[in-house]
Protein backbone atom coordinates (compact mmCIF):
# COMPACT_ATOMS: atom_id res chain seq x y z
CA UNK A 1 0.00 0.00 0.00
CA UNK A 2 1.25 3.69 -0.69
CA UNK A 3 0.09 6.80 1.75
CA UNK A 4 -2.32 7.50 -1.39
CA UNK A 5 -4.28 4.36 -0.20
CA UNK A 6 -4.92 6.05 3.18
CA UNK A 7 -5.96 9.57 1.98
CA UNK A 8 -8.25 7.38 -0.06
CA UNK A 9 -9.55 5.18 2.38
CA UNK A 10 -10.58 8.37 4.62
CA UNK A 11 -11.19 10.94 1.33
CA UNK A 12 -14.37 12.33 3.55
CA UNK A 13 -12.28 13.37 6.58
CA UNK A 14 -9.53 14.42 3.89
CA UNK A 15 -11.77 16.46 1.93
CA UNK A 16 -13.38 17.96 5.14
CA UNK A 17 -9.81 18.79 6.39
CA UNK A 18 -8.18 20.17 3.37
CA UNK A 19 -10.96 22.22 1.94
CA UNK A 20 -12.10 23.35 6.35
CA UNK A 21 -13.76 26.74 6.01
CA UNK A 22 -10.87 27.82 7.94
CA UNK A 23 -8.20 27.31 5.01
CA UNK A 24 -10.85 28.82 2.72
CA UNK A 25 -10.88 32.23 4.24
CA UNK A 26 -7.36 31.95 5.24
CA UNK A 27 -6.99 31.79 1.18
CA UNK A 28 -9.65 34.70 0.51
CA UNK A 29 -8.22 36.93 3.19
CA UNK A 30 -11.93 37.28 4.60
CA UNK A 31 -10.74 34.82 8.04
CA UNK A 32 -11.34 36.65 11.52
CA UNK A 33 -7.87 37.50 12.64
CA UNK A 34 -8.32 36.55 16.38
CA UNK A 35 -9.39 33.01 14.88
CA UNK A 36 -6.04 33.30 12.80
CA UNK A 37 -3.69 34.60 16.04
CA UNK A 38 -5.76 32.05 18.25
CA UNK A 39 -4.40 29.32 16.08
CA UNK A 40 -0.86 30.75 15.73
CA UNK A 41 -0.65 30.52 18.98
CA UNK A 42 -1.64 26.77 19.39
CA UNK A 43 0.33 25.70 16.25
CA UNK A 44 3.14 26.44 18.45
CA UNK A 45 2.30 24.35 21.16
CA UNK A 46 1.58 21.74 18.79
CA UNK A 47 4.58 22.20 16.71
CA UNK A 48 7.01 21.14 20.10
CA UNK A 49 5.06 18.15 20.31
CA UNK A 50 5.11 17.39 16.74
CA UNK A 51 9.49 17.61 17.18
CA UNK A 52 8.98 15.12 20.30
CA UNK A 53 7.27 12.90 18.21
CA UNK A 54 9.61 13.11 15.08
CA UNK A 55 12.33 12.42 17.65
CA UNK A 56 10.21 9.21 18.70
CA UNK A 57 10.56 7.89 15.06
CA UNK A 58 14.51 7.54 15.94
CA UNK A 59 13.94 5.81 18.82
CA UNK A 60 11.48 3.60 17.17
CA UNK A 61 13.36 3.01 13.96
CA UNK A 62 14.76 -0.65 13.96
CA UNK A 63 17.35 0.58 11.39
CA UNK A 64 20.24 3.39 10.82
CA UNK A 65 18.48 4.12 7.46
CA UNK A 66 15.22 4.80 9.38
CA UNK A 67 17.03 6.64 12.07
CA UNK A 68 18.81 8.84 9.69
CA UNK A 69 15.55 9.32 7.45
CA UNK A 70 13.96 10.78 10.75
CA UNK A 71 16.91 12.99 11.83
CA UNK A 72 16.00 15.77 9.15
CA UNK A 73 12.98 16.16 9.93
CA UNK A 74 13.84 17.19 13.49
CA UNK A 75 16.11 19.51 12.64
CA UNK A 76 14.29 20.80 9.99
CA UNK A 77 11.29 21.48 12.55
CA UNK A 78 13.56 22.85 14.80
CA UNK A 79 16.31 25.09 12.81
CA UNK A 80 13.76 26.05 10.45
CA UNK A 81 9.32 25.33 10.83
CA UNK A 82 9.42 26.84 14.36
CA UNK A 83 11.86 29.82 13.92
CA UNK A 84 9.60 30.91 11.10
CA UNK A 85 6.82 30.05 12.96
CA UNK A 86 8.24 32.38 15.96
CA UNK A 87 9.07 35.26 13.44
CA UNK A 88 5.99 35.28 11.90
CA UNK A 89 3.77 35.23 15.45
CA UNK A 90 6.32 38.37 15.91
CA UNK A 91 4.41 40.47 13.19
CA UNK A 92 1.46 39.77 14.47
CA UNK A 93 2.23 40.79 17.53
CA UNK A 94 3.26 37.61 19.66
CA UNK A 95 5.96 36.89 21.50
CA UNK A 96 7.83 33.80 21.87
CA UNK A 97 7.80 33.96 25.60
CA UNK A 98 3.59 34.84 25.19
CA UNK A 99 3.31 31.28 23.14
CA UNK A 100 5.25 29.37 25.81
CA UNK A 101 2.58 30.89 27.99
CA UNK A 102 -0.54 29.83 26.44
CA UNK A 103 -2.87 27.49 28.07
CA UNK A 104 -3.28 24.45 25.39
CA UNK A 105 -6.65 24.17 23.85
CA UNK A 106 -8.13 20.88 24.44
CA UNK A 107 -7.87 20.37 20.79
CA UNK A 108 -4.99 20.62 21.20
CA UNK A 109 -3.76 18.15 23.98
CA UNK A 110 -6.04 15.69 22.31
CA UNK A 111 -4.51 15.72 18.45
CA UNK A 112 -0.75 15.45 20.13
CA UNK A 113 -1.11 13.30 22.90
CA UNK A 114 -2.82 11.06 20.17
CA UNK A 115 0.90 11.37 17.94
CA UNK A 116 2.74 10.86 20.50
CA UNK A 117 0.81 7.42 22.07
CA UNK A 118 0.78 6.38 18.28
CA UNK A 119 4.22 6.30 18.38
CA UNK A 120 4.51 4.89 21.54
CA UNK A 121 2.50 1.99 21.50
CA UNK A 122 3.10 1.02 17.94
CA UNK A 123 5.83 0.69 15.63
CA UNK A 124 7.50 3.21 13.29
CA UNK A 125 4.85 2.56 10.45
CA UNK A 126 1.87 3.74 12.76
CA UNK A 127 3.76 6.81 14.23
CA UNK A 128 4.30 7.99 10.84
CA UNK A 129 0.21 7.60 10.08
CA UNK A 130 -0.22 10.33 12.65
CA UNK A 131 1.98 12.29 11.61
CA UNK A 132 1.14 12.44 7.89
CA UNK A 133 -1.96 13.99 7.66
CA UNK A 134 -0.16 17.55 9.23
CA UNK A 135 2.72 17.17 6.88
CA UNK A 136 1.10 16.00 3.40
CA UNK A 137 -2.03 17.70 4.45
CA UNK A 138 -0.22 21.09 4.38
CA UNK A 139 1.44 20.78 1.53
CA UNK A 140 -2.07 19.69 -0.24
CA UNK A 141 -3.53 22.65 0.97
CA UNK A 142 -0.80 24.96 -0.08
CA UNK A 143 -0.79 23.67 -3.34
CA UNK A 144 -4.81 23.76 -3.58
CA UNK A 145 -5.40 26.88 -2.38
CA UNK A 146 -2.37 28.06 -4.83
CA UNK A 147 -3.91 26.61 -7.46
CA UNK A 148 -7.87 27.56 -6.92
CA UNK A 149 -9.14 31.03 -8.73
CA UNK A 150 -11.01 31.50 -5.31
CA UNK A 151 -7.74 32.28 -3.70
CA UNK A 152 -7.09 35.97 -3.45
CA UNK A 153 -2.84 37.02 -2.65
CA UNK A 154 -2.85 40.83 -3.28
CA UNK A 155 -3.81 42.14 0.37
CA UNK A 156 -4.37 39.24 1.78
CA UNK A 157 -3.34 39.11 4.88
CA UNK A 158 -2.57 35.52 5.38
CA UNK A 159 -0.64 35.81 1.97
CA UNK A 160 3.10 34.83 3.56
CA UNK A 161 1.00 31.19 5.84
CA UNK A 162 0.00 30.45 2.14
CA UNK A 163 3.78 31.05 0.28
CA UNK A 164 5.24 29.12 3.00
CA UNK A 165 2.94 25.99 2.83
CA UNK A 166 3.35 25.98 -1.33
CA UNK A 167 6.82 26.98 -1.38
CA UNK A 168 9.74 24.92 -3.21
CA UNK A 169 11.31 23.83 -0.33
CA UNK A 170 8.60 22.82 1.61
CA UNK A 171 6.82 20.51 -1.01
CA UNK A 172 10.22 19.30 -1.36
CA UNK A 173 10.68 18.19 2.28
CA UNK A 174 7.35 16.92 2.29
CA UNK A 175 7.74 14.95 -0.88
CA UNK A 176 10.63 13.44 0.64
CA UNK A 177 8.97 12.37 3.86
CA UNK A 178 6.13 10.63 2.04
CA UNK A 179 8.15 8.86 -0.26
CA UNK A 180 10.13 7.38 3.31
CA UNK A 181 6.48 6.72 4.52
CA UNK A 182 5.56 4.75 1.46
CA UNK A 183 8.86 2.48 1.87
CA UNK A 184 7.41 1.86 5.07
CA UNK A 185 4.54 0.94 3.84
CA UNK A 186 5.29 -1.72 0.91
CA UNK A 187 4.96 -4.48 2.75
CA UNK A 188 1.56 -3.73 4.02
CA UNK A 189 -1.64 -5.05 2.47
CA UNK A 190 -4.42 -2.76 2.50
CA UNK A 191 -7.19 -5.37 3.64
CA UNK A 192 -4.97 -6.79 6.22
CA UNK A 193 -5.25 -6.18 9.76
CA UNK A 194 -2.49 -4.01 10.05
CA UNK A 195 -3.85 -1.91 6.96
CA UNK A 196 -6.87 -1.32 8.70
CA UNK A 197 -5.30 -0.25 11.43
CA UNK A 198 -2.79 2.38 10.01
CA UNK A 199 -6.14 3.23 8.19
CA UNK A 200 -7.68 4.10 11.22
CA UNK A 201 -4.94 5.77 12.68
CA UNK A 202 -4.68 7.93 9.33
CA UNK A 203 -8.45 8.36 10.04
CA UNK A 204 -8.04 9.81 13.62
CA UNK A 205 -5.25 11.96 13.17
CA UNK A 206 -7.18 14.06 10.17
CA UNK A 207 -10.19 14.42 12.07
CA UNK A 208 -8.09 15.65 14.28
CA UNK A 209 -7.04 18.38 12.09
CA UNK A 210 -10.28 19.12 11.31
CA UNK A 211 -10.77 19.96 14.72
CA UNK A 212 -7.74 21.95 15.38
CA UNK A 213 -9.02 24.23 12.41
CA UNK A 214 -12.27 24.40 14.27
CA UNK A 215 -11.16 25.32 17.53
CA UNK A 216 -10.12 28.63 16.60
CA UNK A 217 -13.81 29.35 15.33
CA UNK A 218 -14.88 27.99 18.43
CA UNK A 219 -12.49 30.16 20.16
CA UNK A 220 -13.82 33.48 18.81
CA UNK A 221 -17.40 32.23 19.34
CA UNK A 222 -16.89 31.89 23.47
CA UNK A 223 -15.27 35.71 22.93
CA UNK A 224 -18.44 37.12 21.32
Request: proline content about 2%; some cysteine.
Amino acid sequence: MEYQDLIDACFEEWQAYTEHDFVLQIADGSLDERCFLHYLKQDFLFLKHYVRAYALAIYKADNLEDMRRALPSVQALLDTEIAHHVAYCTQWGISEAEMEQETEAFGTVAYTRFVLDAGMSGDLVSLYAALAPCSIGYAAIGNQRMQSPDTKLDGNPFRSWLDMYASEDFQSHVAQGAQHFNSLLEEVELDSLKGRQLIETFRTATRMEIAFWQQGFDHIKQED
